[in-house]
């Protein structure tokens, strides 16, 4: 199995950090409004697992980054802060599928007529979940093969 680059595990984390910030801005703005309208397009996005997706990607944005610029001096702290960041990468990788699910279509009328944009939307956020989803792979590979 190859082992991954450092460049790329940095790479990465800074896609993975940017799809969160991105998903939130584009998500948020609809739970914000409160409106109680149907959707544009397919289901609704539950506000509490975006809050999940949001919070567990922060931190573990935060703590992996930590993780990746501290010296590593071979410390317990050192290696229980990297299986955090990893367990919350997951959590966030989970998450971010789960809001793959607003995509699918249902019942009864479909907006699909006003809606324009659906496959570029559709499109980014399949590129950017399931990017997310590899990265997590990536970091643990990294993480358990020491590259990082």
């Not at 998500?27 to 567990?56: E, F, I, K, Y």
């Amino acid at each position: 199995m190859p082992v991954p680059d450092p460049l790329v595990v940095h790479l990465l984390t800074a896609f993975a950090v940017v799809v969160v910030l991105l998903t939130r801005r584009a998500l948020g703005r609809r739970s914000r409004r409160g409106s109680r309208s149907a959707p544009r397009h397919g289901h609704g996005v539950s506000p509490w697992l975006l809050d999940v997706h949001t919070g567990a990607g922060l931190a573990g944005g935060l703590l992996w980054v930590v993780f990746l610029l501290v010296d590593q001096d071979g410390a317990t702290w050192h290696s229980l802060l990297g299986v955090v960041g990893l367990g919350l990468w997951w959590i966030t990788a989970w998450a971010g599928l789960l809001l793959l699910g607003r995509w699918l279509p249902s019942r009864g009328r479909h907006s699909d007529v006003r809606d324009r944009g659906w496959f570029t939307g559709l499109g980014l956020a399949l590129l950017g979940h399931l990017g997310v989803a590899a990265a997590a792979v990536v970091f643990t590979l990294g993480y358990l093969f020491g590259s990082v």
